[in-house]
């Protein structure tokens, strides 16, 4: 059971790696394009901050905080942890 919830974290974790990168290469793409006049969507991005961006950063810090700390603590205590 424990080693199926760390792999659903995991697999989203790794989806929301995914969507941190494309939102970070998305605004240095619009940024630049903002420089030479050229529209990118920067002005979309920064709609889309606080509802999408901003709680994906912090799910990705908490994610991997909680992922790792579970793994540490598994390794640390092993088998007196879990239940009969």
């Known amino acids: 059971m424990k080693e199926k919830l760390l792999n659903w ?12 990168l494309f939102s970070f290469f998305w605004f240095a ?10 529209n990118l969507g920067l ?3 920064y709609s889309l901050w606080d ?3 901003t709680p994906a950063i ?3 810090m908490a ?6 700390l ?4 598994f390794k640390r205590f092993g088998n007196s942890l879990e239940r009969p």
Do not use: E, H, K, Y
Not at 9 to 20: E, H, M, Y
Not at 70 to 73: A, H, I
């Open 63 to 68: 994610g991997a905080l909680i992922s790792g």
């Open 51 to 53: 509802p999408l961006f």
């Open 70 to 73: 579970s793994s540490w603590l």
């Open 43 to 45: 002005d979309l991005w």
């Open 58 to 60: 912090g799910i990705l």
């Open 9 to 20: 974290l995991n697999l989203f974790l790794v989806a929301d790696v995914f969507l941190v």
């Open 29 to 38: 793409i619009a940024v630049v394009g903002r420089s030479t006049g050229i």
